[in-house]
């Protein structure tokens, strides 16, 4: 059974930066699409970051270019989410998620989600 657990979350002051990660086990990370989503208290999950799997490209969502960056250590099986100059708006619970597709950075497009992590950006 896929298993996807994030870690890392927590109270970040504004200004400030996070790294989550995300361990997977009973599958390879390296032969998958891989994201990070979130959900802001009141809206929809959205894509944050995705690398997709056959073409290896990175996607990021425009409300965090530049200030984002996602990776993966296919030796520990486990990707990575690390943001910088954090506000009150990156508030939310973070997801990690796997798909052997994951062509879109988007919800729908992905099948395995970890059980999310809790940012709150907040002074």
């Known amino acids: 059974q896929v298993r996807l657990v994030e870690s890392g979350g927590g109270l970040v002051h504004p200004g400030g930066s996070l790294r989550l990660s995300c361990a997977a086990s009973?599958?390879?990370?390296?032969?998958?699409?891989i994201g990070w989503f979130r959900q802001a208290p009141g809206k929809e999950r959205e894509g944050v970051a995705c690398?997709?799997?056959?073409?290896?490209?990175?996607i990021y969502a425009d409300s965090v270019k530049g200030r984002a960056t996602i990776s993966r250590d296919n030796a520990k099986n486990t990707m990575y989410l690390e943001m910088n100059s954090l506000t009150p708006e990156d508030t939310g619970v973070y997801y990690c998620?796997?798909?052997?597709?994951?062509?879109?950075?988007?919800?729908?497009?992905?099948?395995?989600w970890g059980q999310g992590t809790q940012v709150t950006v907040s002074s």
């Open positions: 998620a796997a798909d052997p597709l994951g062509y879109v950075c988007a919800v729908k497009y992905y099948g395995s």
């Open positions: 009973e599958f390879s990370l390296e032969y998958f699409a």
């Open positions: 690398i997709t799997n056959n073409e290896g490209i990175t």
